[in-house]
Antibody
Framework: EVQLLESGGGSAQPGASLRLSCVAS????????MSWVRQAPGKGLEWVSG????????YYADSVRGRFTISRDNSKNTLYLQMDSLRAEDTAAYFC??????????????WGQGALVTVSS | DIQMTQSPSTLSASVGDRVTFTCRVS??????LAWYQQKPGRAPKLLIY???SLQSGVSLRFSGSGSGTEFTLTISSLQPDDFATYYC?????????FGGGTKVEIK
């Protein structure tokens, strides 16, 4: 059974940093691309960042580029999102998502339960 | 960026109804489109990928169609468990983008 377990969410002041982690199990983590998707309270889904299986290539939404860094440790089956220079508009539930098989594209096959990040002074 | 427009934003329907919603895309994405279902307080769940491929374990009530710039998700006979919000997502190119969602409410 695929499981994705996020942690590291919480409250932060504007300008502060937080790091989210997502521990994966139930599949060969090192063979799949992964992404982070967020959802502000009462709003729709927004893709934030993605990383290929090896970690060699990363992608970012314009809204977070230069402030957030995605990374992975395949030896620990763990995906990370380092969030710096946080803004109030970053307040959201952050979902870790497993991307579909290589060659089939970037849809999100499985999702974690979400980690809540609240940015407020 | 590729823009995704879902319609309607809200749909009122009854159990047993056949419902269809639409996702329109600002440029051609072939069939690189997925559909998700989300219930309040829960993570989204993949229903359809590549426009019409049913994800394993998903009810045969759900079907997807379309290509290029216009796509549809159909629920053949609405069940109580289907009242939720549905999102489309393109994965033709980065940044990956979602539609604004269609909320299916009980009539």
């Amino acid at each position: 059974e695929v499981q994705l377990l996020e942690s590291g969410g919480g409250s932060a002041q504007p300008g502060a940093s937080l790091r989210l982690s997502c521990v994966a199990s139930g599949f060969m983590f090192s063979q799949y691309a992964m992404s982070w998707v967020r959802q502000a309270p009462g709003k729709g889904l927004e893709w934030v960042s993605g990383i290929i299986w090896s970690g060699a290539t990363t992608y970012y939404a314009d809204s977070v580029r230069g402030r957030f860094t995605i990374s992975r440790d395949n030896s620990k089956n763990t995906l990370y999102l380092q969030m710096d220079s946080l803004r109030a508009e970053d307040t959201a539930a952050y979902f870790c998502a497993k991307v579909g098989p290589i060659g089939e594209g970037g849809y999100f096959e499985y999702w974690g339960q979400g980690a809540l990040v609240t940015v407020s002074s | 960026d590729i823009q995704m427009t879902q319609s309607p934003s809200t749909l009122s329907a009854s159990v047993g109804d056949r419902v269809t919603f639409t996702c329109r895309v600002s440029q051609s994405i072939s069939t690189w489109l997925a559909w998700y279902q989300q219930k309040p307080g829960r993570a989204p769940k993949l229903l359809i990928y590549k426009a019409s491929s049913l994800q394993s374990g998903v009810s045969l009530r759900f079907s997807g169609s379309g290509s290029g710039t216009e796509f549809t998700l159909t629920i053949s006979s609405l069940q109580p468990d289907d009242f939720a919000t549905y999102y489309c997502q393109q994965y033709h190119s980065y940044p990956l983008t979602f539609g604004g969602g269609t909320k299916v409410e009980i009539k």
